[in-house]
């Protein structure tokens, strides 16, 4: 194991995800207690759907916290392939109603003529975020950093100034805008959470070369990396 991941594994799912929610809420109110305020980015996917439905339920001051994407596809948030659908229809209920959410689509706007604007409003809300969370396709990729992707190199250069890029996933479905590996390796608190065996599979083929896939990048840069599993 390398010394910078902590690897949690439960085989219940929904134990899982309460011990991931109760470690962000316990963040996120320390960071109230600190500075009154608290920044979360959160990915989209299936997996986190139970995550983001036990973490809307924990007890904390949310009309504190501020929620992001670490990615999304260039669509109307009506859309139900939508990350900003996602997080209102599973995070933004019960007590995480009070929570502000800012979203990374501009309406009306082309996704490649947009990184800058995007990158500026993200940038002065979510530099050094208190808590960010990752998920992983069966691909290898993490927020839209796609393998093949034409943005793919500068997404994952190290010294880019972008906080944001707009991404051309090739033979996935929509223009995406995502976070770079530099704004993702910045997060005071980084989170990966995988589910099913096939995802572990892929998981431990990262950690073979940090070339392997976009995903290797973040196992072997990150400062400290806590990655929840459940195998199913």
Not at 55 to 70: A, E, F, N, Q, R
Not at 134 to 146: C, E, I, P
Not at 186 to 194: E, P, R
Request: with cysteine; glycine share 4%.
């Amino acid at each position: 194991m390398m010394n910078n991941i902590d690897f949690n594994v439960c085989n219940n799912p929904n134990v899982l995800v309460k011990n991931l929610a109760k470690e962000v809420t316990d963040i996120l109110k320390e960071a109230i207690l600190e500075k009154n305020s608290a920044t979360l980015l959160v990915s989209g996917g299936n997996t986190p759907k139970l995550f983001f439905q036990e973490l809307s339920k924990m007890k904390l001051d949310w009309s504190c916290v501020t929620i992001g994407l670490v990615d999304e596809r260039w669509i109307n948030p009506s859309n139900s392939d939508s990350n900003a659908n996602l997080v209102d229809t599973f995070l933004l209920q019960n007590e995480a109603k009070k929570a502000k959410f800012v979203p990374i689509y501009l309406e009306n706007c082309d996704c490649f003529s947009s990184e800058e604007k995007c990158s500026q409003t993200y940038k002065e809300i979510f530099s050094y975020s208190d808590v960010l969370i990752l998920g992983m396709g069966n691909d290898g990729h993490t927020a839209s950093l796609f393998p093949q992707s034409p943005e793919l190199k500068e997404g994952l250069d190290l010294k880019s100034k972008k906080f944001c890029i707009s991404i051309d996933p090739v033979y996935a479905k929509y223009s995406r805008m995502s976070l770079t590996l530099k704004s993702i390796l910045d997060a005071k608190n980084l989170f990966l959470h995988l589910q099913n065996k096939e995802k572990l599979d892929v998981y431990n083929e990262a950690l073979t070369s940090e070339e392997r896939y976009p995903i290797s990048k973040v196992l072997f840069h990150a400062p400290k990396l806590k990655v929840y599993y459940s195998y199913e």
